[in-house]
């Protein structure tokens, strides 16, 4: 099907109710109609999904959407179906399904009713799928999260090295590739080992305009002056990031004790408390949550107004996305980190358990966060630079936006050894 016979914009407004494309999704609905191989690298909330949904639901045959996460897939597949009068217009196809199941997903997928079949990369690997989606007509595939199959991405899955071997065995599809993760070291890598080196690039901004960068030496006096910080913003929604749950809990009751409405996030509450705790953010009944990265997958607060790392993040792709949570309204937004050298020591012994490569790849990433809690550069240039994208740190938006373009003078030492913590 050629693009230009489809009035797209049309369609946009008939299956999802908008009136106007998001950024670069245009063009790259356009490339994928084109049957292009495409590539897409867009930050977290950029409208990646409708970028090979709305392809789908026009064209013949059935798009296979590869992703990692199943309760993403039901999601998505329940969003889908809200969306046509058809249950059968979108399937997920995993482990789960009964017999009965996994024969309704086939006819549909054969009557030509489905238009996006959702899979888990494991369930790709399967030889029964594998054959029958052979002989059925396969309009494109789409890789989501496509960092997933590089190590140098920041959630890497085995199972991801194995879909090019797949996806050839069901002859030339089209492949579209979909990421927030902007490094040129990982873009190299997804288009190397899906063999699409001829792919069209669609990569946006990763220019976060209304954030302030600010990186604080982390001295004994962390506590007070994180106080003073939620003071200075008082009644303002903020998020504290802590590596470990015990630092959760001992930042979390400072602040109550100091008369801030703040409750504890992490890994180790039963997911009822959990849920609370993330209702209680998003309802406003507090002002704070303190942390582990644990919090904030799939959390959308348009008046996130502070995102604190207490300790420092493990890679500057964390950093980008956890301080992406701040300020999603276009509002102020303002992220701060604290920055030691015995937190770097920190992060180092955590990683020399885990095998070598890890612990290389993980060591390079660490050097980078630290090069950007010492620089005296722009930190939005340093962080942009990072993703491949050139800043002009004088006339760019938002470019008086961090403390070393603030007031250059400051510059951030670890300094440990002076004050031993
Ligand atoms: P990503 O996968 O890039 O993180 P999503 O696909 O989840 O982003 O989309 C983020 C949000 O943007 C969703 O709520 C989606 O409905 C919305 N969105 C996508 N495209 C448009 C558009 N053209 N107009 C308005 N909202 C859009
Ligand atoms: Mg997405």
Not at 15 to 31: D, P, T
Not at 387 to 398: A, K, L
Request: aromatic letters at 8%; hydrophobic letters at 40%.
């Amino acid at each position: 099907m050629n693009s230009n016979e489809i009035d797209i914009h049309k369609e946009l407004k008939k299956y999802f109710g908008f009136s106007q494309f998001k950024g670069l999704q245009e063009q790259v609905i356009k490339s994928i109609l084109n049957q292009e191989n495409t590539f897409v690298i867009m930050p977290t909330g950029g409208g990646k999904s409708l970028c090979y949904q709305l392809p789908a639901l026009i064209q013949e045959g059935t798009a296979i959407v590869v992703s990692p996460l199943i309760a993403l897939m039901k999601n998505q597949v329940d969003a889908i179906r809200s969306l046509s009068s058809e249950n059968g217009v979108a399937h997920v196809l995993n482990s789960s399904l009964t017999k009965t199941e996994i024969a309704q997903v086939k006819k549909d997928i054969t009557s030509g009713l489905t238009k996006l079949l959702y899979v888990a990369p494991e369930s790709l690997t399967k030889e029964e799928y594998v054959n029958f989606l052979k002989n059925v007509t396969i309009s494109f595939v789409a890789i989501d999260e496509a960092h997933c199959i590089s190590e140098w991405g920041h959630d890497f899955r085995p199972e991801y090295r194995n879909l090019k071997h797949i996806i050839k065995q069901l002859g030339d599809v089209p492949i579209i590739g979909l990421t927030a993760t902007a490094t040129p070291k990982v873009q190299e890598d997804i288009l190397k080992n899906l063999d699409m080196s001829d792919a069209t690039t669609f990569k946006a901004s990763f220019n976060r305009p209304n954030l302030y960068y600010e990186v604080r030496t982390k001295t004994k006096n962390i506590e007070s002056d994180i106080i003073r910080f939620i003071k200075q913003h008082k009644g303002k929604s903020g998020i504290i990031y802590c590596l470990s749950r015990k630092k959760v809990e001992a930042i979390a009751e400072v602040l109550q004790v100091n008369g801030i409405s703040a409750v504890p996030y992490h890994a180790g509450l039963d997911a009822k408390t959990r849920a609370k705790h993330q209702d209680m953010f998003l309802m406003e009944d507090v002002d704070v949550v303190v942390a582990t990265i644990a919090f904030g997958m799939g959390i959308d607060k348009p008046d996130v107004r502070f995102v604190i790392h207490h300790d420092i993040p493990k890679s500057l792709e964390s950093y980008y996305q956890e301080t992406g949570r701040a300020g999603r309204d276009g509002g102020e937004g303002h992220c701060l980190a604290y920055y030691s050298y015995k937190d770097v020591e920190k992060l180092e012994k955590f990683m020399s358990g885990k095998p070598v490569a890890e612990q290389e790849i993980g060591f390079a990433l660490l050097q980078e966060v630290v090069a950007y809690a010492e620089t005296s550069m722009s930190r939005r240039r340093f962080l942009l630079h990072y993703f491949g994208e050139e800043f002009d740190d004088v006339n760019g938006e938002g470019a008086d936006m961090d403390d070393n373009v603030r007031n250059p003078k400051t510059k951030v030492e670890a300094i440990d050894e002076v004050v031993k913590l």
